[in-house]
């Protein structure tokens, strides 16, 4: 059983940046493709960006695309996000996901992290 915990949620000015941070435990790290996925009140949860096993290959949202960047270090068993140019569309709940497919979407995800809360002010 692995669990996700995010971390690096906050208040941030539109323009601004944070960097989100994912640590695994519980179990092996590298087998899993992880992926990012947020919910905005009153929306369903949407995917943002995934990262292959071997960080060779993301993908991501358009909305996100040249703003956010997914990384992955096996080795501390972590991935992050690093969100720049962010705006007030991008206010949602964050959550972490670990699939065992070769990248995550929603209807694939193994475990889910708690999720922590990013708010963009205008």
């Known amino acids: 059983q692995v669990q996700l915990v995010e971390s690096g949620g906050g208040l941030v000015q539109a323009g601004g940046s944070l960097r989100l941070s994912c640590a695994a435990s519980?179990?092996?790290?590298?087998?899993?493709?992880m992926g990012w996925f947020r919910q905005a009140p009153g929306k369903e949860r949407e995917f943002v960006a995934t990262i292959s096993r071997s960080a060779g290959t993301t993908d991501y949202a358009d909305s996100v695309k040249g703003r956010f960047t997914l990384s992955r270090d096996n080795a501390k068993n972590t991935v992050y996000l690093q969100m720049n140019s962010l705006k007030p569309e991008d206010t949602a709940v964050y959550y972490c996901?670990?699939?065992?497919?070769?990248?995550?979407?929603?209807?694939?995800?193994?475990?889910w992290g708690q999720g922590t809360q990013v708010t963009v002010s205008s």
């Open positions: 519980g179990g092996t790290f590298s087998p899993y493709a």
């Open positions: 996901a670990a699939s065992w497919s070769i990248k995550v979407v929603t209807t694939n995800v193994a475990y």
